[in-house]
Nanobody, 113 residues
Framework: QVQLVESGGGLVQPGGSLRLSCAAS????????MAWYRQPPGSPRDLVAS???????NYADSVKGRFTISRDNAKNMMYLQMNSLKPEDTAVYYC???????WGQGTQVTVSS
């Protein structure tokens, strides 16, 4: 089974930026819609952004204009560029093959001064 590994999380001040990465153990991005989810403490896991095989993107209203999802099929990588971060963006971020139970282990993003 394919494995997903997220990286790039950390502590950042409000207004700052982070770039999350998701690496797949084999080539999957060109044939699957991929997604980023996040789970704040004590809350359910919610969709942040998705990218289809054709490159169409979709974003949660709370991150539109601030976050950008992208992928590099040749490198088996997906990214989430996060700008203008807010404290409410604090969560564990996960990558996912949309519609499946394949998840990474998550990477913590903390936005705090």
């Amino acid at each position: 089974q394919v494995q997903l590994v997220e990286s790039g999380g950390g502590l950042v001040q409000p207004g700052g930026s982070l770039r999350l990465s998701c690496a797949a153990s084999r080539s999957i991005f060109g044939s699957n819609t991929m997604a980023w989810y996040r789970q704040p403490p004590g809350s359910p896991r919610d969709l942040v952004a998705s990218i289809s095989t054709g490159g169409s993107t979709n974003y949660a209203d709370s991150v539109k204009g601030r976050f950008t999802i992208s992928r590099d099929n040749a490198k088996n990588m997906m990214y989430l560029q996060m700008n203008s971060l807010k404290p409410e963006d604090t969560a564990v971020y996960y990558c996912n093959i949309k519609g499946t139970s394949v998840w990474g282990q998550g990477t913590q993003v903390t936005v705090s001064s």
